[in-house]
């Protein structure tokens, strides 16, 4: 069961840099652009193969989806009212 968000690492196998500037560094991940260490949470050329990276680095494989049952509204269909030829064809004045 998944327990609380993680944040996004730079040594996730699944993260890219859009400028293709993260390298290793002894134990450290730098980038080239900002000759700092990696922070996912604050760049914006972090993406995620996947596709699940939430704002702020958040990993979206470690969130649990929230899902709310609606009751289903009552769909009233409208009534279409008739004039001069086609009230002639059909012979009524609302049709549904």
Known sequence: MLS????????????RCGKKAVFYRGNRIWCRW???ECEVANCSYATCIKRRMLPRGICGETVKRKT???EPEETTIPTIKL???AL??????EIF
Do not use: A, H, N, W
């Not at 609380?4 to 993260?15: A, V």
């Not at 002639?88 to 004045?93: D, F, L």
């Open 83 to 85: 004039k001069g030829k």
């Open 68 to 70: 709310v049952e609606r």
């Open 88 to 93: 002639r064809k059909i012979g009524e004045k």
């Open 34 to 36: 900002t000759d700092e």
């Open 4 to 15: 609380d968000p993680k944040y996004c690492s730079p040594k996730c196998q699944l993260l």
